[in-house]
């Protein structure tokens, strides 16, 4: 088993829920076991234009145990999308019901077409780092960060707003 980190994400419908769905479809994922999820968090969604606007997302990390590829927990993140309503668009940063980043799985990198590990964008999004940093400030980011979640928080020219929202997530008890 490693432990690995998934960032959640939504903007359309009712985010708290699609957020909660995830981390309930999470226990039915057999090689997967969620053991934390962060705070909620609030923030105004990124967009290509700076006159756009979309309504704000809500942000969460859950750290997971994994017994499986990061393919495979990247087929099972896609899977909860599905679920949720998201359509693939080739369009970055278009609206979702529900987003789930691989974000790091133990000490593996990766680069494949369709993933790369850790995460390449993820010092830079300070919606990711300050809920991973509420749970696991101490996590070693694996090159090319080589850096903890709180020193990449600590770094993170991010400057978007963000606001503690409740109620908190909810982890399901698997059988």
Do not use: K
Not at 30 to 49: D, F, I, K, M, N
Not at 114 to 128: G, Y
């Amino acid at each position: 088993m490693q432990t690995g980190y998934l960032g959640l994400g939504s903007n359309q419908g009712d985010r708290q829920a699609h957020l909660q769905a995830a981390v309930d479809g999470l226990a039915s994922i057999s090689a997967l076991r969620a053991t934390t999820v962060s705070p909620v968090y609030q923030t105004e969604a990124h967009t290509l234009e700076p006159e756009e606007t979309q309504p704000a997302f809500l942000n969460a990390v859950v750290e997971v145990e994994v017994d499986c590829s990061p393919e495979r927990l990247l087929d099972a993140a896609q899977a909860l999308e599905d679920q949720a309503g998201r359509t693939r668009s080739s369009e970055r940063w278009a609206p979702r019901p529900l987003d789930v980043d691989l974000l790091s799985v133990g000490t593996v990198t990766c680069h494949i077409e369709r993933l790369t590990l850790p995460h390449p964008r993820l010092a830079e999004r300070r919606f990711v780092l300050q809920p991973w940093a509420d749970i696991a400030p101490e996590a070693w980011i694996p090159a090319p960060f080589s850096a903890s979640v709180q020193a990449l928080l600590d770094g993170c020219a991010d400057a978007a707003a963000l606001e503690r929202r409740g109620p908190l997530l909810a982890i399901s008890a698997s059988d």
